[in-house]
């Protein structure tokens, strides 16, 4: 590595890095999909509501529809007796109009004829006769869903920005779009370094691990919506690892694990201060802090550090929110441990949930893979500030 001295920011915090680096990224732009495929894109501008929701006041369980004052009598005792004059259900209402002494069977989801305003279950009445049922309790208005009283025509429902979850597909649907505007797939280059670094499935020779971070980073660059362009791995030379990064042309963004810190033998960090432009090195965080955000040939780069659990805590707390345009979703908990203290870090420290507090895990080294699995969570410790058991924390879920 170079002896200048630096012209770019060292250790800044994390949210100036999670600023830089949504900085750096290119305006996706946005396109419309079919519904079908819409899941996990994020929305490029409100939904509307092109109907009601329920288009008509309609029953919400099976029973018979009449008119409220005829049944206030009603009692097991002392049933109330009504004539039925015929039916209502789904895609076919009842056409006429329930005058008094009167009721019309009614199934879950019909449209509440004109002269009702009630409902009684089903399991309150009594056949007497074909044309006549006995009513045990009165009817109630309350299992009438009225019309609009989810959404109305006209409202919007679906904010920019949101990610089309499950329910909120269902819900787009519901609304009556066929196809939905969703911002364009950022197309993420992801390249793993270092001559350590082999393909799970083979044998491994001392002082070597298993590719963890390039899948665990797959999955994750999936998880945000993102068009991930496999770069493989790329061994610890200036030459190989500067063949590589050229392959990356096209995307928006390159990422990549490893080569950031301090050693003679991380090339990444020295390809992009002698060659690249450095946009920060360093982030105020643990794990995580030998993260680096650049450039290359215009292209952003993202410098994850190599160990696996620094490596997808940064993403998490960093990368995702920048990809996403969703900040980092915290809760706020009760400390059951004290959680250790960094004077000039912030901690993410690895923590399990039960009973709704927070408990410190007992390894917190970057190596310790595992312990994300185990926790899901990280209690969030600011530089300086003292967490002591019974304290309230923020908490990342995993």
Not at 23 to 34: K, T
Not at 133 to 154: N, W, Y
Not at 194 to 219: F, I, K, M, T
């Amino acid at each position: 590595m170079t002896s200048r001295r630096p012209d770019f920011p060292m250790f800044v915090s994390v949210s100036e890095a999670r600023k830089m680096l949504a900085a750096l990224l290119p305006d996706p732009g946005q396109e419309e999909v079919p519904l079908a495929g819409a899941r996990g894109r994020a929305l490029a501008a409100p939904l509307a509501a092109l109907v009601s929701h329920p288009t008509a006041t309609e029953s919400a369980l099976d029973g018979i529809a009449a008119q409220e004052e005829d049944t206030l009598s009603a009692a097991p005792a002392s049933p109330v007796r009504l004539r039925v004059v015929g039916e209502s259900r789904a895609g076919a209402p009842f056409e006429g109009t329930v005058g008094p002494g009167e009721c019309v069977r009614i199934y879950t989801g019909a449209p509440l004829p004109q002269g009702a305003d009630a409902i009684c279950p089903v399991e309150q009445l009594t056949d007497d006769g074909e044309e006549h049922v006995l009513l045990a309790r009165p009817a109630s208005p309350g299992d009438v869903r009225p019309e609009g009283g989810d959404f109305r025509v006209g409202e919007t429902v679906l904010e920019a920005g949101v990610p089309l979850t499950p329910p909120r597909v269902a819900l787009a649907a519901a609304l009556g779009h066929a196809r939905v505007p969703v911002r364009r797939r950022l197309r993420v280059a992801l390249l793993s370094t270092g001559d350590e670094v082999v393909e799970p499935g083979g044998p491994l020779s001392p002082g070597q691990v298993y590719d963890s971070n390039r899948y665990g980073l797959h999955a994750m660059l999936e998880e945000c919506g993102c068009e991930v362009v496999p770069l493989g791995h790329a061994p610890d030379s200036p030459q190989a690892l500067q063949e590589v990064v050229g392959r990356a042309g096209g995307a928006d963004v390159l990422l990549t694990s490893g080569g950031v810190s301090m050693g003679r033998y991380d090339f990444m960090r020295d390809l992009l201060i002698e060659h690249g432009r450095v946009a920060f090195w360093k982030v105020r965080m643990r794990p995580g802090g030998p993260a680096l955000l650049g450039g290359w040939n215009g292209l952003p780069v993202f410098g994850l550090p190599g160990n696996p659990v620094s490596s997808l805590v940064v993403f998490h707390v960093i990368v995702r929110p920048a990809l996403t345009g969703q900040p980092v979703q915290t809760l706020r908990l009760r400390a059951g441990t004290p959680f250790r203290t960094l004077p000039d870090k912030t901690a993410f420290w690895r923590a399990t949930i039960r009973d709704g507090q927070v408990y410190d895990y007992p390894k917190q080294g970057s190596g310790v893979l595992r312990s994300l699995s185990d926790t899901g969570a990280l209690v969030v410790v600011p530089e300086g500030v003292r967490v002591e058991a019974g304290d309230d924390v923020d908490v990342v879920l995993l």
